[in-house]
C-alpha cells in the first residue's frame, strides 16, 4: 500500500532549513565580529549555532564561504532599511542630512558589522570582490545619490562637481570612525562619547559638514 505524500512537508523542511541558516549566520557573527576572519573557528561557530559542524557545511562549504554569507546577509539588511528613507521624495538638503544620519545609526546599532568590514579589508576584501551580490545592492543607492545631486544643484543648492562615491565614502568615515574609535576618544578626551544625546550631536555635526561641503561653491 503506498503511503500518502504530505503535501506540507516541503514547506517545513525549507523553514528548518531557514531557521538553522539562521542560527549559523548569528553564531558566526559573534565568532567572526569578536576574533575575525583568521582568529575565527569553524567549530566555535557551529558550538555558537547549537549545531553540528557537519550540517554547518553542509549549508556554507568552508569558513569562506560562511564568512561572504554573512557579509552578504549584513549588506542586505542595511541596504533594506536604506531604502525606507525615500531621499527622492525629500528637498536634496533634507535627504542628505537624512542620509548621513541614518548611516551613523547603523554604525550604532550595528557596531559587530563594523568590525566585520575591518576584518574583510585585512583580507584585501576578496570575499566582497567576490561577491555578485554585494555591489549590485549599491546601484540602486548610487542612482538615488545621483538624483539627488542633480536636483540640488539644479535648484541651486548644491555645487555641481559632487561625486556620488566620494561623497558616500565621505559620509561613511564621518560616522563609523567616530563609533569605530569611541573607546579611545573617550581615553583620550575624557567624555562619554555613546550617550544618545553626544551620538545625536556627532551625526547633526557630519550632516553639517556635508551639506555644507555640497552647498560650497567650487
Known sequence: MATKKNPEAPTVRRESSLRTREMIL??????????????????KIALRAGVNKNLL?????????LFSALLEHMYEKIRARQRDLELREKDPVDAIRRLVVFTGKIWVQYPEF????QSENLTGGRHVAGSPKVPSLYEPLLVTLK???ERGSQSGQFRRDA??????????AL????INNHY????????????????RQRLEHAADM?????????
Open 175 to 178: 560616522t563609523a570612525h567616530y
Open 184 to 199: 579611545t576618544f573617550e581615553a583620550i578626551f575624557g567624555q562619554a562619547l555613546m550617550s544618545p544625546q553626544r551620538i
Open 163 to 172: 561625486d556620488p562615491v566620494d561623497l558616500y565614502i565621505s559620509i561613511s
Open 114 to 117: 563594523l568590525r566585520l568590514l
Open 147 to 149: 538624483d539627488v545631486l
Open 57 to 65: 557545511y553542509h549549508h556554507y562549504v568552508n569558513k569562506d564561504g
Open 210 to 218: 556635508v551639506v555644507a561641503y555640497l552647498c560650497a561653491k567650487p
Open 26 to 43: 548569528k553564531g558566526a557573527m559573534q565568532e567572526f565580529s569578536e576574533r575575525g576572519f583568521d582568529g575565527a573557528r569553524i567549530d
